[in-house]
């Protein structure tokens, strides 16, 4: 039987205990070469595979009140979030809510591996929102301004 060895110190005294296989709720164990016979209170709960998911993973999510959630559709509209394309740093904001931009207008500056990188808009319309501000650092796909 191969055993897992773990080395441990307690008040200055060193032990070398050896760990078994758990079958149902009784593993082997060696303290400093002294096998011990150990029953455990409860049995270890089985981890489920890679392959296997958990019954809670295929259920639908829940909220707090045990309703099920349910997506809501996507309503339309005419506003469009700006993007960051990549993760990054704000180095500047070339637009502010009220100003009008044209498709492929530079709207802000990404610092990202010490590259700056101009984000354009992809459609025109008005600033109606800005969601960050110079400094932040932001992931890739974060909503960094709506254009309406």
Do not use: Q, W
Not at 20 to 42: A, M, S
Not at 133 to 147: H, R
Request: hydrophobic share 40%.
């Amino acid at each position: 039987m191969k055993l897992k060895e773990y080395k441990y110190k307690i008040n200055g005294i060193r032990f070398t205990v050896g760990v078994g296989d758990v079958k149902d709720n009784e593993v082997y164990v060696e303290v400093n070469g002294t096998p011990y016979h150990v029953e455990l209170d409860k049995a270890i709960e089985k981890k489920p595979s890679a392959v296997e998911k958990p019954k809670a993973a295929l259920e639908a999510p829940r909220t707090e009140t045990g309703e099920k959630v349910v997506a809501k559709p996507v309503i339309a509209t005419k506003a469009a979030a700006v993007k960051s394309p990549l993760p990054g740093t704000v180095m500047s904001l070339n637009v502010k809510v009220g100003d009008e931009v044209k498709a492929g207008d530079t709207v802000c500056v990404l610092e990202a591996m010490k590259m700056e990188n101009d984000i354009h808009t992809v459609k025109g319309g008005v600033v109606k929102e800005i969601l960050c501000k110079v400094g932040d650092s932001v992931l890739e796909g974060t909503d960094l301004m709506v254009i309406e």
